[in-house]
């Protein structure tokens, strides 16, 4: 644009073009700055063609074997597993995953089979707290045995291990076959895909679709460690990359526990945040697991910060209240977050933590939402209008009367909405 072109036009400097007008004219600045901050996928959260000499300070080994590089491989041997994948490679790089949407590609060298169980895995080491699934981890079977070229996916619940998919063909393979190896969760959705480069055979699929009305001891969390596991064997690992279609510079960003997790929904888009997604268009993420408390979601503010979201919602506190945390230290992990935003510039909103019920009586969250509201920070009542007195409403209620139902799920977002 030239410059006589804008004679007697104002030039507008806002990025946010909140005007919405048709009278002024955008700086160039402002343009960039606008066109820079769009909603854009997070990409690449791991790459390692393991191209040096040691592993160095991103990986934490668990349990025993052996893990070193020889020959730009990463060399993976040893290990029992003990039955609930303690011998593992966890990804430390940049703390918790905390993402509901990742591919993880692998290609690796079999360097020799067990004689009774082998395999080499990837998968994700999951916060479980007081219960639910600790790990998922998709696995190629290396063994003398039947089950030999095998692809599975498991769950562990601490330490119990099941299979929750299998195929139903075997890969065939050779020592010094190159596999290629993708495990992937959509949500809900588990997904393991298996090939032989070296004879390009095809391509076997398992897939796992994870209930969401499940018992309390099955919930499904969406924060934790990549690993890489092993059980017996010896494998060449050439690379390992791990990426996510989550949004950066994302319109919402919302942290919580189960509820905001979407726990006890019918549908996974029935959860309050995607309702909200869904009714305004705008991009939204979340950083949520089942029995989440504050230091939780403090333990990973940096990764929510580094996705560099619009705005924040905050839904925690409740659990720190049911687990008998010291009101001390959870005002604190509270100031402690709220501060942390501040510094990184990221306007945010509570939520008040809603109201619970449950066979022993009603849990008091009143003190949390006190410390919320008198903070003199934004909050949405997201308490009064789902209580039935002192109780949680049964109508916007799950079972539990802890988590809100589809219609509880649905009014939570209408409040949010005539909010903003």
């Known amino acids: 644009m030239s410059q006589g072109s804008t004679k007697g036009v104002p030039i507008d400097t806002d990025s946010t073009m909140a005007s919405n007008s048709d009278a002024l004219v955008p700086s160039q600045k402002a343009v960039k700055t606008a066109i820079n901050t769009l909603p854009k996928s997070k990409g690449t959260l791991v790459s390692d063609h393991y191209q040096r000499a040691s592993l160095g300070a991103n990986y934490t080994k668990q349990g025993s074997g052996t893990n070193i590089i020889t020959g730009n491989e990463l060399v993976i041997s040893g290990g029992s597993g003990s039955g609930s994948f303690s011998d593992r490679l966890d990804y430390t790089g940049y703390g918790r995953t905390n993402v509901n949407q990742f591919t993880q590609n692998m290609f690796y060298k079999v360097g020799s089979k067990d004689a009774t169980i082998g395999f080499l895995g990837i998968g994700v080491q999951y916060d479980f707290g007081f219960n639910g699934v600790s790990f998922f981890a998709g696995m190629f079977q290396t063994t003398n045995?039947?089950?030999?070229?095998?692809?599975?996916?498991?769950?562990?619940?601490?330490?119990?291990?099941?299979?929750?998919?299998?195929?139903?063909?075997n890969i065939s393979y050779s020592i010094g076959d190159i596999i290629s190896f993708e495990f992937s969760r959509e949500q809900y959705v588990l997904t393991m895909k298996v090939f032989n480069v070296t004879t390009n055979s095809s391509t076997v699929v398992v897939t796992f679709t994870y209930p969401l009305i499940v018992p309390t001891a099955n919930q499904l969390n969406s924060t934790g460690y990549f690993s890489i596991l092993t059980y017996a064997g010896t494998q060449n690992v050439l690379s390992w990359v791990i990426k996510t279609k989550e949004k950066q510079n994302p319109n919402y960003c919302f942290l919580g526990d189960s509820i905001t997790e979407a726990f006890s929904v019918s549908n996974y888009n029935n959860n309050y945040t995607e309702l909200v997604a869904s009714k305004t268009g705008v991009v939204v993420v979340k950083f949520a697991r089942a029995n989440a408390v504050t230091q939780d979601i403090l333990n990973t503010i940096n990764e929510t910060i580094s996705f560099k979201p619009v705005k924040v919602f905050i839904m925690v506190g409740g659990n720190d209240i049911y687990y008998g945390v010291a009101a001390a230290t959870w005002q604190a992990n509270l100031t402690s977050i709220w501060n942390a935003l501040i510094s990184a510039n990221i306007p945010f909103t509570n939520l008040l933590a809603t109201p619970r019920s449950n066979g022993t009586g009603v849990l008091n969250v009143v003190?949390?939402?006190?410390?919320?509201?008198?903070?003199?920070?934004?909050y949405i009542d997201t308490y009064t209008p789902l209580a039935s007195g002192i109780t949680a409403n049964p109508k916007y209620y799950n079972s539990d009367l802890i988590h809100p139902n589809d219609l509880g799920h649905e009014f939570i977002s209408s409040i949010i909405l005539n909010q903003l």
């Open 145 to 169: 045995a039947s089950f030999d070229g095998l692809i599975k996916i498991y769950r562990v619940d601490i330490t119990t291990v099941t299979t929750v998919a299998s195929s139903a063909s």
């Open 367 to 378: 003190p949390l939402n006190n410390y919320i509201i008198a903070s003199g920070y934004a």
